[in-house]
């Protein structure tokens, strides 16, 4: 079916909002963000039906605008008859032709519907052939929304050579997009015409604002309503093609229609739009802070701003185990040594989000959620740039005490591994350790070697009194401007994606869909320079394997570490100066926390000083020097775990730490509300919570065994219990009774917390609750006495094998930079030969994956402390290279 459609009630190509389009178009951040390339975008959706754990496709529907008149929009819908699919080559030419896109001033003109005449391009070589045939493709951009469902709906015959185009395409930001374009090239039945495309895949899942990212919503956004189907039809469409074929085909079309607009309103019509809308934000980043740094190439704003160079022009030799895999993938390398040192710790201090639940319980009061400002753009802005190219290192610190003269501000570059220990009176200690693959803030690091951390929460516990030992440390150079003033090129990129947000406001209005899709790029920064900072590893399609992510334009350990460093002392700074004047903080999560103090006096607050640096951050950005914000207000708050707490009331926190409420309610509805609070307060174990799951992209696009988009059942039951990240205090404990709708009421253990002395003691109670959620669970007072018994008389963990530990914690440490140990850092000597040097000593032996292993960031808390890796750490040290232990080095003692 082909069919003209007029596009001037679209709000695209109407004259009044296509004067706004191209306004929007103009503004700085958008340009940048934008690819500026010109394509042919369709819209693509499918709809089809599963029956009996198959999937029967029953239309394909295209739309396009009009090659000769952008005015109209032709929409395509192929209905496969006999129920057989189609290849993506097929249904992608029948597109070319139904809409004439072969008259596209972007193709060469000796193509026509059938295509390219052999003989205009023909070579016997198939490199040549392929090569002069791209020539004459025709240039598509298919725009699709969650393309998992619809891209996997086409035939892929190796026999027919129907390119598998599955393997050419990459999960992003909740779609699927192609990286490069890539090529069907196709002759005729008799191989006269040959049809030649580029095809370009962009996924309208990843350009929406979060929040919005229904397909009503974008609609919504671009002036064309998303239809929608009566009765329960949505699951039989096959029998409703059937019966009510107009309909099903104006519903079918209209979803790709929908595509088409909002994309043409973000980046303009006929415009390649970027991968995602982050990736977006990152080449703005990437423009703003060339121009900041007066670079004069995306290369060397890489060099300025990261320290980063091609990797035949960085540091001569860096073993494949020892890069880091966010430059190593992207082909790069440090400037030098000295920036090789800082990418790597800085990358062992990054961690993720401040999230913790003080106060578990039942609180039938006020009590009001919190945030921080544009918490994460906020500490961007304050992070100052580092001299890479003059050598980054300003100064080493090594095996000394701390004092606020290393760190004389929350924003002083400084990264080293620490042992600490707080004072008693520290209601919250700020310096993180990673254990059971979470942050935990123990009271001292007893037990462990200690943590690396960055300047902000090191300055924050200085202030707080805390005794901080530095094994090793680096003090970063900071880069000065002419002025003499430090660079912040983050805070520049940052003010003018905040500035066009701005502007977006004022011509579109609050809440547009322009001026959503700023303020999502302004909080997507932050997550671009943090890219694969923690290794990530994804599925290629293309090489079949799990691979590394590699970094984004903007990935910087340095930036993202200390970003997150302070936002995390922000909150700690709160935190501990609300607890000391008398109020309580139930609640954390990543910017912000629920307490029972009031807007205003947060907002007082001087956190130690913190206070008046951010506020001059806010000014700088935004005019406005407010700090804090409040978000919900509720007067009943149960609060069970980290990310898990709910209010009956509507406007109140409702989160449900990863409980899936049943299909058909609304989120943060009052059913949604009593749903999460009735599992919470009447459990008696691990609440069942089975769901809906559908294919990973892995599943979709694995030559091997590949799994068509067919959903499939999962059971699973989650524990509701508090994730004892801070101690109970049970002398606190009290039994409070939550009443619900229906009248019953429930006990819950209401208590206050208290950090936990060590990092061991944080592990002994949280597989002691594991062990008692495989039968039960932790919600009444009786039951944490229970626990409490167990855990104050249990037996602690045993060591079974001392040289082991010893042995993996040397080698840890070594790898981890904290110790130098010569023969490990000859690089003279492959890794076995040194792995085979570490089994002469007599404590065992290291196999390769411990080595490479031994590297990761959440190793540090099962390092031992330094000093009870005597004598082997001296002996060890003191060797020359390529020297071998003799019997008294191996002895004990």
């Avoid at 691979?547 to 993202?560: K, L, M």
């Avoid at 804090?628 to 509720?634: F, I, L, M, V």
């Avoid at 939550?738 to 936990?756: R, S």
Wanted: hydrophobic letters at 40%.
């Amino acid at each position: 079916m082909l069919r003209p459609r007029d596009r001037s009630g679209s709000g695209v190509v109407a004259t009044a909002v296509s004067i706004s389009a191209t306004a929007f178009g103009g503004l700085e951040s958008v340009r940048a963000m934008g690819t500026g390339k010109e394509g042919i975008v369709v819209g693509f959706d499918t709809e089809f039906t599963t029956v009996d754990g198959t999937r029967v496709i029953d239309s394909y529907q295209f739309c396009t605008r009009d090659p000769l008149d952008p005015s109209a929009m032709v929409e395509v819908v192929i209905l496969p008859l006999t129920g057989d699919r189609i290849s993506l080559h097929t249904a992608l030419w029948t597109v070319v032709e139904a809409a004439e896109l072969w008259k596209s001033y972007l193709v060469s003109d000796d193509v026509g519907p059938r295509g390219v005449a052999r003989s205009a391009f023909w070579s016997e070589d198939p490199f040549d052939r392929s090569e002069a045939l791209a020539k004459f493709r025709v240039p598509l951009v298919i725009a699709c929304h969650y393309g998992s469902a619809d891209l996997t709906a086409f035939r892929i015959d190796e026999k027919s050579r129907d390119v598998d185009h599955l393997t050419r395409l990459t999960s992003a930001a909740g779609g699927l997009v192609t990286l490069l374009p890539f090529r069907m090239q196709k002759g005729s039945a008799n191989g006269y015409w040959w049809q030649s495309l580029s095809v370009t895949v962009r996924d309208s899942m990843a350009h929406a604002p979060a929040g919005q990212k229904s397909l009503a919503d974008l609609g919504a956004a671009c002036g064309v309503p998303k239809l929608e189907v009566p009765d329960n039809w949505i699951s039989r469409m096959s029998q409703y093609r059937e019966k009510h074929l107009e309909d099903f085909l104006e519903y079918g079309i209209n979803d790709a229609v929908i595509v088409v607009e909002y994309m043409a309103r973000l980046w303009g019509d006929g415009v390649v739009p970027p991968v995602t809308l982050s990736g977006g934000a990152a080449s703005a980043l990437v423009n703003s802070g060339s121009s900041y740094l007066d670079a004069e190439s995306t290369a060397d704003f890489r060099k300025k701003f990261a320290g980063l160079v091609d990797e035949d022009d960085g540091v001569e030799i860096i073993e494949d185990g020892d890069r880091l895999t966010f430059y190593s993938k992207r082909g790069r390398n440090p400037v030098d040594g000295s920036a090789k040192q800082l990418m790597s710790t800085f990358a062992s201090a990054y961690h993720g989000g401040l999230n913790s639940c003080p106060m578990p319980g039942f609180y039938p009061f006020p009590t009001v959620d919190i945030d921080a400002q544009n918490a994460y753009p906020t500490a961007m802005a304050l992070i100052d740039d580092l001299d890479w190219e003059a050598g980054a290192i300003e100064e080493v610190v090594h095996e000394r005490e701390l004092t606020l003269d290393d760190v004389p501000g929350p924003t002083s570059p400084f990264v080293g591994f620490v042992s600490f220990e707080f004072p008693e009176n520290v209601a919250h200690p700020t310096l993180p350790i990673v254990a059971d693959g979470t942050l935990v803030y123990p009271r001292t690091s007893e037990g462990v070697a200690g943590t690396w951390v960055c300047g902000p929460e090191l300055w924050l516990a200085l202030k707080l009194g805390a005794k901080v030992f530095c094994q090793i440390g680096f003090i970063g150079r900071i880069l000065t401007l002419e002025d003499g003033s430090p660079s912040k090129s983050l805070r520049h990129g940052v003010k003018q994606l905040i500035d066009d947000r701005n502007i977006a406001k004022v011509m579109y209005g609050s809440g547009s869909i322009e001026e959503k899709t700023l303020k999502t790029a302004v909080n997507s920064v932050y997550g671009k320079t943090a890219q694969d900072v923690a290794e990530q590893r994804a599925w290629n399609a293309h090489s079949q394997e799990m691979d590394a992510v590699g970094g984004s334009g903007i990935t910087s350990p340095y930036h993202a570490a200390m970003t997150t460093s302070l936002v995390r002392a922000q909150l700690l700074a709160a935190l501990n100066q609300i607890t000391t004047g008398g109020g309580n903080v139930y609640s954390v999560t990543t910017d912000g926390f629920i307490t029972d103090v009031q807007p205003p006096v947060v907002e007082a607050l001087d956190l130690y000083g913190l206070a008046d640096v951010l506020r001059e951050s806010r000014l700088a950005l935004t005019g406005d020097p407010m700090v804090w914000e409040a978000k919900h207000s509720q007067g009943d708050l149960v609060n069970f775990t980290t990310r898990g707490n709910v209010s009956l009331e509507l406007g109140g926190v409702c989160a449900h730490n990863g409980l899936k409420a049943p299909k058909g309610i609304v989120p943060d509805s009052i059913e949604d509300r009593e749903f999460l609070l009735r599992a919470v307060v009447t459990r008696e174990g691990r609440v069942p919570n089975g769901y809906t799951r559908f294919p990973s992209f892995q599943e979709l696009s694995r030559r091997d065994k590949r799994k068509d988009f067919i959903p499939s059942k999962v059971e699973r039951s989650i524990s509701m219990d508090y994730d004892l990240k801070r101690r109970p205090v049970m002398g606190s404990m009290t039994n409070q009774w939550v009443l619900l709708p229906d009248g019953t009421q429930h006990e819950i253990a209401t208590f206050t917390t208290e950090p936990w002395e060590t990092v061991a003691d944080c592990l002994r109670a949280r597989e002691l609750a594991r062990d008692i959620a495989k039968t039960g669970c932790l919600r009444t007072v009786e039951e944490w006495r229970d626990w409490d018994v167990r855990f104050t008389h249990g037996r602690g963990r045993r060591i079974v094998t001392p040289q082991r530990s010893v042995l993996m914690s040397l080698v840890m440490a070594h790898r981890q930079g904290v110790i130098t140990i010569p023969t490990l850092a000859d690089r003279s000597f492959t890794v076995q030969h040194r792995l085979d040097w570490l089994s002469e000593w007599g404590l065992g032996t290291v196999t390769r994956g411990d080595w490479d292993n031994a590297r990761r960031p959440e190793r540090a808390a099962q390092m031992l402390p330094i000093d009870a890796l005597q004598p082997y750490l001296n002996r060890m040290v003191s060797i020359p290279s390529g020297s071998h232990p003799t019997a008294d080095d191996i002895r004990p003692n």
